[in-house]
RNA sequence: GUCCCCAUCGUCUAGCCAGGUCCAGGACACCGGCCUUUCACGCCGGCAGCACCGGUUCAAAUCCGGUUGGGGACGCCA
């Protein structure tokens, strides 16, 4: 019988929720689908200085935004401090922990120099072997104190078994006697930590690769507390182009998970952008839907090797890495439209150009034209950019398209009132209709039928480029492209 | 400095554990072509990689050792 998986994602409220979170919360959220497991939110809040309400909210919101949906919490952390107080009691009673009255300023001394001399950079022991008498002593004198775990001395080491990288080991000599209560009394993230992942029964660690060399410290403090501890899986970490480790403070909102949602991503095509940096399946599926995801997830699937998130912050044709555009830009062309309706009109109403109509009266024409346009879109806030002329009157003309298509031939001074007047006169305004009328036309004065049709679409949308014509004259409807064509008279003056 | 981890196209990666079927497959990006009123989509084609050296073997991207390169950890931060 298999016990039940738990797993945890634990940020810290010190900022927005950024890719490399968003990713850990991914893989625990997965596999917890995956095994019917059960998926804990726990708020690491321990450090007060940096921690606040505001990061906290913005971190849920971020997560809800993605669809990572979580069976308990958010705990905060902060909330079990007496916990992490009683274990390190608990340890010091039982020998596996001891006081440390080194000052801050003795260590840091002692640290300098020994990276002047290029030695290791452990403690040295110093309280480890204090009698009871000059510990008393100490403490009598009020001298405060840390606690340090006493690490096994004499030979030896801690193995585990990592779930992607494999039996890890490392010997006790090079560990520490780390410290796992700061001198005013407050527990240390290490040994918090620990201590709730006992609490919460978590089967199965899933971070980033950063945290591989602080597990056999953490094993340590299972051990002397008597608790199994749990299995682990660290994932490899996503660095950037300059294969740094992202992080705020170098890459600022361009790592941030909400970001891609003002950006016009939708939240499932990121997660599987997302999904893919540092994980794959060997039959190379790129694309899953929500159950396909948590069908083909596997801890075996996480690469060892590190991943770039490929921003290239100066390459104009691409705001974010290439391919996390292209997953979005898939999502958002072969989604059924009413998937992506929500966040089109998401888009319109922050743009200010929403109109309730296009959810009652006018729906079918609106899923109409978002399906129209939407195969050269990319991100769901080209809607309102290079879609704008589809739902409002007011609309950029872009420079090129001014020059190249409508300046450039003067006759369409003449020639734009007479088509408007003649697409109005049709009486079923149909796209066959209008193309026959605009054709027409063109054979009439003797030119190509490009110039008018380009024309056309630069007067009345406002690009160069777009969906064929005579769609697009439907779906702009017929009065507005009469108006829209006499208007455009006033760009020869 | 000490310890740990990693190494396939520009990027994400399959293949590696059980060596031959891999003169290395896919995707994105890029380039070219077809289609077309424009731009896309779509389709077709192309460019491009096993870091290096040695060993084991009839045979190595795959196993072993080393070198180099990269990353991470070493806090009274989380």
């Known amino acids: 019988m298999a016990q ?35 998926f804990i939110l726990r708020i690491e809040d321990t450090d007060v200085e940096r921690s606040s309400e505001e990061s906290i909210l913005g971190i849920l919101e971020s997560l809800k935004w993605l669809g990572i949906t979580w069976d308990e919490g958010p705990y905060s952390q902060s909330r079990f401090i007496k916990e992490h107080v009683a274990a390190a009691q608990k340890l010091l009673e039982s020998g596996h922990a001891y006081k440390c009255f080194c000052t801050k300023e003795d260590l840091d001394r002692k ?23 000059e510990i008393a002593k100490k403490e009598a004198a009020g001298m405060p104190y840390t606690i340090r775990l006493k690490i096994p001395r004499g030979g030896g080491s801690v193995i585990f078994e990592d779930i992607v990288y494999g039996f890890i080991e490392k010997k006790y000599e090079d ?80 790592v941030a998970v909400h970001f891609y949602k003002e950006h016009g991503f939708l939240p ?40 770039i998130f490929d921003v290239r912050k100066d390459d104009p044709k691409f705001f974010t890495d290439p391919k996390a555009i292209s997953i979005n830009t898939h999502y958002l062309r072969n989604l059924p439209v009413e998937e992506i309706e929500p966040y ?46 589809y739902f409002s009157d007011d609309y950029p003309i872009d420079p090129k398209a001014l020059k190249k298509n409508i300046l450039k031939h003067e006759g369409l001074k003449e020639w734009f009132p007479i088509l408007a007047d003649r697409l109005q006169a049709v009486e079923t305004f149909t796209v066959d209709e209008a193309e026959r ?3 027409e036309m063109a054979e009439e004065l003797g030119i190509k039928a490009g110039i008018l049709i380009n024309g056309i679409r630069a007067a009345v949308t406002g690009q160069v480029k777009g969906p064929g014509l005579f769609d697009v004259l439907i779906a702009v409807r017929q009065g507005r492209v009469a108006e829209r064509l006499r208007k455009a008279v006033t760009f020869f003056n």
């Not at 009394?185 to 980033?208: E, F, K, M």
């Not at 952008?273 to 997830?297: N, P």
């Not at 006018?362 to 034209?369: A, E, G, N, Q, Y």
Request: glycine content about 6%; overall charge positive; hydrophobic content about 40%.
């Open 437 to 439: 009328v605009i054709r």
């Open 268 to 307: 499932w095509a990121f997660v599987n952008y997302l999904a893919l940096l540092g994980w794959s399946t060997s039959d190379s599926r790129e694309i899953f839907s929500r159950e396909e995801l948590i069908e083909a997830f596997s801890l075996k699937g996480i690469s060892r090797a590190n991943a």
């Open 4 to 38: 039940q998986v738990i797993v945890r994602f634990p940020p810290s409220p010190t900022g927005y929720l950024h890719i490399g979170g968003a990713r850990t919360a991914i893989f625990n959220w997965l596999f917890a689908q995956k095994t019917g497991g059960k």
């Open 344 to 389: 089109v009109t998401e888009q319109l109403e922050k743009a200010g150009i929403w109109d309730p109509e296009f959810q009652s009266i006018k729906r079918d024409w609106f899923l109409r034209t978002i399906d129209l346009i939407r195969s050269r879109y990319h991100v769901t806030t080209d809607f309102v950019t290079l879609g704008r002329a």
């Open 175 to 254: 560990i520490e006697d780390f410290v796992i209560v700061r001198s005013n009394g407050q527990p240390l993230y290490i040994l918090s930590n620990a201590v709730d992942d006992i609490r919460d029964r978590i089967t199965h660690v899933i971070r980033g690769q950063d945290g591989l060399a602080n597990t056999p410290k953490q094993i340590l403090i299972y051990k002397a507390l008597g608790a199994p501890a749990p299995k682990f899986a660290h994932m490899s970490l996503t660095l950037d182009t300059k294969k740094a480790k992202i992080s705020k403070r170098t890459h600022g909102e361009l």
């Open 111 to 133: 640290r300098e120099e020994a990276r002047k001399n290029k030695a290791p950079l452990q403690y040295d022991g110093t309280c480890r072997n204090l009698t009871p008498e």
